[in-house]
């Protein structure tokens, strides 16, 4: 148990490339978000879900963008001040469209935290802001660009934060074939996850 951290389900974006609510979409038996569920509910305390609007489907406590067509990192925003308010130091975030993240990989981000805003896994070169670690202390940052006329991206927000980003020669000790970064934002890769869990 990740004790001092809350885990930040991101369920608030429009799925325009898969055409419907990636939350929903079913891998097997179960919804992806209820995958996501699955492997975080018993490593935290405390699991949020971010949406842009209050879901009944939804069963768990849920978070709502404070700022309108922000993107991820207005979702990003209202779990840090939640967290912020709840005096919890620490949120994981995950998008809901990784169904295969790992449980190890998630351990081993959570042993890196010391001295920094921001853990941060790097795949193929790419930062992935979705399956990291973010301290409290990066919330004025995080707001400010929200509030200010730049670009509010959650690559200008790593920008601004002292981060430790860990690359996938270390994430592969906990993740071999790095499957926890197998995101999926069309149906093709959605078809290729059905497929991955026929063959398991």
């Known amino acids: 148990m990740i004790?001092?951290?809350?885990?930040i389900i991101m369920a608030g974006g429009e799925s325009q490339r898969m055409g419907s609510d990636k939350a929903t979409l079913l891998l097997g038996e179960q919804t992806l978000l209820q995958r996501v569920i699955d492997v975080?509910?018993?490593?935290?305390?405390?699991?949020?879900?971010?949406?842009?609007?209050?879901?009944?489907?939804?069963?768990?406590?849920?978070?709502?963008?404070?700022?309108?067509?922000?993107?991820?990192?207005?979702?990003?925003?209202?779990?840090?001040?939640?967290?912020?308010?709840?005096?919890?130091?620490?949120?994981?975030?995950?998008?809901?469209d990784m169904p295969f993240v790992q449980p190890a990989l998630i351990d081993q981000l959570a042993q890196r935290r010391a001295g920094y805003q921001a853990v941060v896994p790097v795949v193929h070169g790419q930062p992935q802001p979705l399956a990291a670690f973010y301290a409290t202390s990066a919330l004025g940052a995080i707001q400010a660009i929200l509030s200010g006329p730049g670009k509010r991206s959650l690559r200008a927000a790593l920008e601004q934060l002292n981060v430790c980003y860990v690359d996938e020669s270390e994430l592969q000790a906990a993740d071999p074939g790095m499957r926890s970064f197998f995101d999926l934002d069309t149906p093709q890769d959605l078809a290729a996850a059905r497929r991955s869990e026929e063959s398991v």
């Open 3 to 7: 004790s001092d951290c809350t885990a």
């Open 40 to 96: 975080v509910q018993p490593m935290f305390p405390q699991v949020l879900v971010s949406v842009r609007q209050p879901r009944p489907d939804i069963r768990l406590p849920q978070i709502c963008d404070a700022y309108p067509n922000a993107g991820p990192l207005a979702g990003l925003c209202a779990g840090l001040e939640y967290a912020n308010s709840s005096q919890v130091t620490w949120i994981f975030a995950v998008a809901t």
